[in-house]
């Protein structure tokens, strides 16, 4: 693995990889929902859309059908709070043409104002589907706005707000694209049949030209407090086909001291039928039913990440018994440490996760181009599996008392509608209820699909 810089200020990375006649094509703009600014929440996510409808040389949608017709696969993008990547994979002799797209738009996206009113109700469309008109949809962005505070970054949506996208000009969208969408903002990372000297010689001619330009000064953002300063609780009753509880808790950046070792903790409590969270509340006890006992680190990046979890209670289950179970099964592992055949098990869980992620050539890229923008050096992936690796039971059992204080949890309490007539709308404690419906606030899932 090698890497370099161009002249404007574009890192390249280069893995390369003649195992098979392909290459992987992963760009990564370092630019999420974190970067937006009030009033103008969705633009990240509105932009992976824009960006295949395209640019000086390329047709509204041609980026796909070009791919398609050498060979090309894979082809999509993905938004989260923190960033977002382009990637495709295309027989290593057609990687000129893939680097020659991505600079093609990176340098003259076609934003015009039919395709903003096109993209912006592909967007709505989008929200409706996986949001707004399923069971549960909103969970993560209910969740995330009770854990995080009002102008928090990870406080609103991915996705946006669909006022707020309605009621932007077309120079709010081009400023945005000047701002962040740039060679100096972004890392090009290829991975497969090739070497450094063609991607080198390949950068070059198709990005070098494109010209560095400024961003906007991120506004400050005060470290938040150990805790979720709770614990905080909010009942909502919809038309759902069974109650379901969803928890959250305050946890570790990404990358930071105690971030491996509250992956291990989430594997060894909530991962799978022979974690604690299923033995006890699934097997054991027979509170959850067979999808309960969930429990994950959502590993955000730039500011304090979140865990979460859920559970759906048995048929004649009282939700808050299995909650205070639920909650039971956590705090014991303060005093409980894991066991070394738990420790095994999830070593085992997490590294070949990681080996999976690295045997293929997209997933490889997305990782590698991952480690260039959040720690300024795609060789800091090496540091990932040793640590995990290095986890002890102390660790995961600091990490418990961390995370699992009574006062870092929130709760999100799903009730069937028609169930329960003393319950129906919505309940909150604190200042939870003004979540409960509509587009404003509310925070996304970690990564938002396009395409």
Same mark, same amino acid.
């Given at each position: 693995?090698? %890497? ?25 703009? =370092?630019?999420?929902?974190? $970067?937006?600014?009030? @009033?103008?929440? !969705?633009?990240?996510?509105?932009? &992976?859309?824009?960006?295949? /409808?395209?640019?000086?040389?390329? @047709?509204?949608? *041609? ?7 050498? !060979? ?15 990637? /495709? ?12 797209? &991505? ?9 015009? /104002? &039919? =395709?903003?009113?096109? /993209?912006? &109700? ?10 707004? =008109? ?5 969970? $993560? ?10 102008? $928090? ?25 000047? #701002?962040?969408?740039?060679?100096? =903002? ?64 305050? +946890? ?8 491996? #070792? ?9 991962? @799978? ?30 500011? *304090? ?61 997305? %990782?590698?181009?991952? $480690? ?28 418990? *008392? ?15 509608? +028609? ?13 939870? !209820? ?5 587009? *404003? ?11």
């Amino acid at each position: 693995m090698e %890497q370099f810089s161009l002249d404007n200020g574009l890192r390249v990375v280069v893995s390369e990889d003649r195992t098979s006649p392909i290459a992987a094509v992963n760009l990564w703009y =370092n630019v999420g929902s974190r $970067h937006e600014s009030a @009033g103008k929440h !969705g633009f990240a996510h509105l932009f &992976e859309h824009l960006m295949f /409808q395209g640019s000086s040389q390329v @047709g509204k949608t *041609e980026h796909f059908s070009i791919l398609q017709a050498v !060979g090309g696969g894979a082809v999509n993008a993905t938004t989260s709070a923190d960033r977002t990547n382009y990637f /495709q994979t295309v027989p290593s002799a057609a990687l000129p043409t893939a680097l020659w797209l &991505e600079a093609d738009r990176m340098g003259s996206l076609a934003l015009t /104002q &039919e =395709n903003l009113d096109n /993209q912006r &109700e592909v967007v709505k469309n989008e929200r409706r589907q996986r949001y707004d =008109n399923v069971p549960y949809g909103r969970w $993560h962005e209910i969740l995330l706005t009770l854990a995080y505070p009002e102008g $928090h970054p990870y406080h609103y949506s991915t996705m946006g707000s669909m006022a707020e996208l309605d009621g932007a000009a077309q120079s709010d969208f081009t400023g945005f694209y000047e #701002a962040y969408y740039s060679p100096d =903002n972004a890392v090009l990372t290829v991975v497969g049949d090739t070497d450094v000297a063609q991607v080198r010689e390949l950068a070059q001619r198709y990005f070098g030209g494109l010209p560095a330009r400024p961003r906007p000064s991120q506004r400050s953002v005060d470290a938040l407090s150990a805790s979720l300063d709770g614990p905080k609780r909010l009942v909502l009753t919809e038309q759902v086909p069974l109650p379901r509880l969803f928890f959250g808790f305050r +946890g570790t950046r990404f990358g930071y001291s105690g971030s491996a #070792a509250e992956e291990v903790l989430a594997t060894v409590l909530g991962r @799978g039928r022979g974690a604690r969270l299923f033995t006890e509340l699934v097997t054991r006890r027979e509170l959850a039913q067979a999808e309960g006992g969930y429990l994950a680190a959502w590993q955000f990046a730039w500011h *304090e990440s979140l865990l979460s979890g859920f559970a759906t209670p048995r048929a004649g289950v009282d939700p808050d018994e299995l909650e205070a179970a639920y909650f039971e099964v956590c705090e014991r592992a303060i005093v409980d440490l894991p066991t070394e055949s738990e420790l095994d098990r999830a070593r085992s869980m997490l590294a070949a996760d990681w080996a999976r992620e690295l045997s293929a050539v997209g997933s490889r890229a997305d %990782q590698l181009g991952r $480690h260039a923008v959040l720690f300024d050096d795609a060789g800091a992936i090496r540091d990932r599996l040793p640590e995990i690796l290095a986890v002890t039971a102390e660790d995961v059992r600091a990490a418990a *008392e961390r995370v699992f204080a009574p006062e870092n949890r929130v709760t999100l309490e799903y009730r069937v509608a +028609g169930a329960d007539e003393d319950t129906a709308g919505a309940q909150s404690d604190g200042a939870a !209820g003004a979540v409960a419906s509509g587009d *404003e606030g509310g925070s996304a899932a970690p990564t938002t699909e396009g395409n």
